[in-house]
């Protein structure tokens, strides 16, 4: 039971560059979600998904895209990477029947 | 939308001390409120967790209390320890299987570091 992974776990892009983060989750949860880490601003969730085949917007949402074509994977797209871009990207997933949000490892992208 | 305030966003103690971290909430439909903490380099990691229609949650040296009527939230760890030096990030949502579909709204995130 590996929980939640992501790849790539690290990733240097130039602006422009466009770049697909995997996140994977085997314990059959419903919800799925997208956040970014900045220094001193927490994390903010850029998209959720609450089951396959459907996404919805979050609080950071431009400039990303998402699918969730199986229930076990959400993936996050840049489609033409800024530098404000730059950013730890963690993936995260819950139940339904329970409130808890259990986090992958994260991916640190930097955008130059 | 949900707004969560966290203070201070440092905090320094000497080993065996108490640390306080406290969080308000803007929404009052929000009934959940997670804490993580975050070691440097890895993922949030949940550490307790409090609803709504309880005042007062304890797990060993860790304890939560909410006051709904205030709309704030406080993390309390006592005797403190080097390793629980991290970064504490708290959080509100309206509870999973509603409409809300547990989207969590963090606090900024407050760095313990306990000095041996």
């Known amino acids: 039971n590996a929980g939640v992974t992501q790849t790539p776990k690290f990733r240097v892009l130039k602006t422009g560059q466009s770049m697909t983060l995997l996140c994977a989750q085997d314990m059959n949860h419903e919800y799925m979600y997208w956040y970014r880490q900045d220094p001193g601003m927490g994390l903010r969730l850029i998209h959720y998904?609450?089951?396959?085949?459907?996404?919805a917007k979050g609080e950071v949402p431009d400039g990303y895209n998402v699918s969730r074509l199986k229930k076990q994977n959400f993936l996050l797209g840049l489609e033409s990477a800024a530098p404000s871009q730059t950013s730890v990207y963690f993936c995260a997933s819950s139940s339904l029947r329970t409130d808890t949000q259990y986090f992958g490892p994260g991916t640190r992208l930097t955008v130059l | 939308g949900e707004n969560v305030e966290q203070h201070p966003s440092t905090l320094s103690v000497q080993e065996g001390d108490s640390a306080v971290i406290k969080c308000t909430y803007s929404d009052s439909a929000s009934n959940y409120f997670p804490w993580y903490k975050q070691e440097l380099g890895k993922r949030p990691q949940l550490i307790i967790d409090i609803r709504s229609n309880v005042g007062e949650k304890k797990d060993q040296r860790i304890a939560v209390t909410l006051n709904k009527t205030a709309k704030h939230f406080s993390l309390h760890i006592t005797e403190t320890q080097p390793e629980d030096s991290a970064v504490y990030f708290c959080a509100a949502s309206i509870r999973a299987g509603g409409t809300s579909y547990g989207k969590l709204t963090f606090g900024q995130g407050t760095i313990l570091t306990v000095h041996p």
């Open positions: 998904s609450v089951g396959e085949g459907t996404t």
